[in-house]
């Protein structure tokens, strides 16, 4: 595989990780910028918290689908493990890091998730089934997000993956953990926002 080849897989991916899908969705659908209410975060959680249920869940598929595109961008173009991964991460650094949004964006979690269904779905279903239960039992989505993402490459080293996913699984978990920083603060303070749906006043918050 040549480093033109290498090129294209990342840049395209990069540039479809940047697509920022939760403030096209709110905007187009609520006429709502993520980005005035809640955590100002375009992500689903924030979605859930402004808008509720299903929009949220449409911004989490949809960013899924970006890290799941990065990963069959790679294959289709090289078919290769690593050319797999180099899509992934590029999509969630586009995510991370959207070329639409001055360099700012999400905390890379559900494109995270999107590349690791691909690569290893078993350890989706476990990390998945775990985040679900902390966020049920403790109300902190940043919380379980971290948890999750730490759990990535010790189950890929239990399952004894490929190495060049295990690689991938720690540079992942670093990601999502590093993006959490503010949220690991408040979560230290006690101060971190709790999920629940529909909890910002967005008529209210316009009207000011």
């Not at 040549?2 to 403030?23: C, E, Q, R, V």
């Amino acid at each position: 595989m040549d480093l033109f080849t290498l090129a294209l897989i990342a840049g395209a991916s990069y540039l479809i990780g940047s697509i920022p899908n939760g403030l096209i969705l709110g905007r187009c659908l609520w006429d709502v910028d993520l980005r005035q209410f809640g955590s100002k975060n375009i992500g689903a959680t924030n979605a859930y918290r402004v808008l509720g249920p299903w929009p949220a869940l449409g911004v989490f598929l949809t960013d899924a689908a970006k890290g799941v595109a990065g990963v069959y961008i790679g294959q289709l173009m090289s078919a290769t493990p690593l050319a797999m991964l180099i899509g992934g991460i590029a999509a969630i650094a586009g995510h991370n890091w959207s070329i639409f949004l001055r360099f700012k964006g999400g905390r890379g979690v559900a494109t995270g998730l999107g590349v690791i269904a691909i690569l290893v779905p078993k350890v989706t279903i476990i990390v998945f089934a775990i985040w679900g239960f902390i966020v049920y039992i403790s109300r902190y989505v940043s919380l379980a997000s971290i948890f999750a993402a730490a759990l990535v490459p010790i189950l890929m080293w239990l399952f004894n993956e490929k190495i060049e996913f295990y690689y991938f699984g720690l540079l992942a978990a670093a990601f999502v953990i590093i993006r959490h920083k503010p949220n690991i603060e408040r979560l230290l303070k006690g101060n971190e926002l709790k999920i629940k749906a529909g909890n910002v006043n967005i008529e209210n918050a316009k009207e000011k």
